[in-house]
């Protein structure tokens, strides 16, 4: 018989009611959204409504000159000769179906210097773009714009356009889903705090909050000093809004006073700040970003080669490090995008795959959970399924996989025993 009777335990326990309904609140789990593999950020000025289209077939292009035999795109990126064939057919798909998966209008530094009447008519332009692409079914799953900053000098620049920019968009009916606004060079949580007040005020008077869910989805830009030392002051401020985390890494490793030569998403200083957002973001719904690689695949072929491996090591190494979304500034990244991304999931898949069904299988026996369920040498719990689950669900995400590829007993909507995740 235990020593402690129940109600002296649920007496002694009472006081952890207040405390688990605050970590339910602060840790709500992932997303049921997918995430994007990238975001592309195009100049409000450069925005049309065939956009993702464009980019798409100008990545084709450069794929067929530069490297047009799977071989060649494998021995550039670094992908295994094995799935040479398999990657370069995925690319050729996704470029020509769906090559952007996020988009961003930016009006901050992709942006450049233009007068207030030119801003105003590219804000008004660029809803009515995008308006267009969802009326002919071409708007990429999430999409939305990155106003300038709240900094004195550009806030009621930045506020303005983005008014004028959601304005035009709910003017003609409802807003297409997948709205999201970046707000870039955080300093303080009080402005991402001002900044969803704003947001709110606008969909009040609008009247579109109720058609977009939970809101006008928002993702803050770390690219500040002060912006990483107050992260978890900063998603607080966020929510429920938020569901971002973007590094700004040109900004920030500049304000570290790394040298432009080393400035890249896997500088040391750069990593620590993601690795920090990951921390912060664990648990919370919040999905985190990679930043970009300025080295643009353009010019001869020796050109197009080294930006594309040097996007593709960037990318493999985020992917390594649970980082999963990047940005993309070029159209001809997305081919070293989409190639190392299917290459990064194919690499893993069989034994994700096999791991994963022995782990089910044992787990009705009650081994599962116990380092000794039959999933060969690797001893899989909990914690492995669910990174196993999630490594399938991209893969279905991208299209790499199909339900029926997916072991007996295992479907998108099955959770994996013993309070595992669902793999979707």
């Known amino acids: 018989m235990p020593t402690l009777p129940d109600d002296v335990t649920a007496a002694l326990t009472a006081p952890l009611a207040r405390v688990d309904a605050d970590l339910a609140a602060r840790f709500p789990g992932e997303p049921a959204v997918r995430q994007p593999v990238h975001t592309c950020y195009v100049p409000a000025d450069q925005m049309r409504a065939t956009l993702a289209d464009d980019w798409g077939a100008a990545a084709l292009a450069t794929l067929d000159t530069h490297a047009g035999e799977p071989p060649m795109l494998a021995a550039v990126t670094g992908i295994p000769g094995e799935l040479a064939e398999r990657v370069h057919a995925h690319v050729r798909r996704v470029l020509a179906t769906a090559p952007i998966a996020d988009l961003r209008v930016d009006f901050e530094d992709g942006y450049g210097d233009h007068d207030d009447a030119e801003e105003d008519a590219h804000a008004v332009a660029a809803a009515d773009a995008l308006r267009a692409a969802a009326d002919a079914g071409r708007l990429p799953a999430s999409y939305g714009l990155r106003p300038k900053s709240l900094d004195p000098a550009v806030r009621t620049r930045g506020l303005r356009s983005l008014d004028l920019f959601v304005t035009t968009l709910a003017a003609g009916g409802a807003i297409p889903p997948g709205l999201v606004v970046t707000l870039p060079k955080v300093s303080t949580p009080a402005q991402v705090t001002v900044f969803c007040d704003i947001l709110t005020e606008l969909e009040n008077r609008l009247d579109i909050g109720s058609g977009l869910g939970a809101g006008i989805r928002l993702e803050v830009q770390v690219e500040t000093p002060a912006a990483v030392l107050a992260l978890p002051a900063i998603v607080a401020a966020g929510r429920p809004r938020l569901t971002g985390l973007h590094v700004g890494t040109y900004d920030y490793s500049a304000a570290l006073g790394v040298s432009a030569e080393h400035q890249a998403s896997d500088h040391p200083a750069v990593e620590l700040a993601t690795a920090l957002m990951q921390l912060v973001a664990a648990g919370t719904g919040v999905q985190v970003a ?23 090591d960037l990318v493999r190494r985020a992917w390594m490090r649970g980082i999963y979304q990047g940005w993309d500034l070029h159209p001809a990244q997305l081919v070293s995008r989409h190639a190392t991304v299917a290459a990064c999931l194919l690499t893993g898949l069989p034994a994700a795959l096999a791991r994963l069904s022995a782990w089910t299988g044992t787990a009705g026996s009650g081994m599962a959970g116990s380092g000794t369920a039959g999933s060969g040498a690797v001893a899989d719990e909990p914690a492995t399924a669910r990174a196993l689950a999630g490594h399938i669900q991209r ?17 998108r909507e099955r959770p994996i025993p013993a309070d595992g995740p669902v793999i979707c």
């Open 290 to 312: 990679d930043g970009s690689s300025n080295l643009l695949p353009v010019g001869d072929r020796a050109a197009v080669h080294a930006a594309w491996r040097r996007h593709a």
């Open 395 to 411: 893969a279905l995400d991208a299209g790499l996989l199909d339900d029926a590829d997916l072991p007996v007993g295992l479907t």
